[in-house]
């Protein structure tokens, strides 16, 4: 059984930084593209960086030059580097995986986790 598990969420204070990790555990073969979203309160699940295999990254334009994604292929984690916080990033963040575990491909979710920016 394949689970994501995202932890490092917690309150910051404008400007702060804060770093997301999310493990991947169970039986798997391969790990495709890793992805974090975020989901604020009354708005829809945005997409906030990607990386692929290789490491390869897209980022939304509303985080480029503050967050960083980045994946250890060995540990079957994927971070986010979140700099120069602003109270418009409070969200839970959520990664998201494509995995290949026994015979087939799916796509895993984390639980989430808070992240809140405030004075």
């Known amino acids: 059984q394949v689970q994501l598990v995202e932890s490092g969420g917690g309150l910051v204070q404008p400007g702060g930084s804060l770093r997301l990790s999310c493990a991947a555990s169970g039986i798997i073969f391969s790990i495709y593209n890793m992805r974090w979203y975020r989901q604020a309160p009354g708005k829809q699940r945005e997409l906030v960086a990607t990386?692929?295999?290789?490491?390869?990254?897209n980022y939304a334009d509303s985080v480029k030059g503050r967050f960083t994604i980045s994946r250890d292929n060995a540990k079957n984690t994927v971070y986010l580097q979140m700099d120069m916080l602003k109270p418009e990033d409070t969200a839970v963040y959520f990664c998201n995986a494509g995995i290949r575990s026994m015979a087939s491909v799916g796509d895993y979710w984390g639980q989430g986790t808070q992240v809140t920016v405030s004075s």
């Open positions: 990386t692929s295999r290789t490491g390869d990254t």
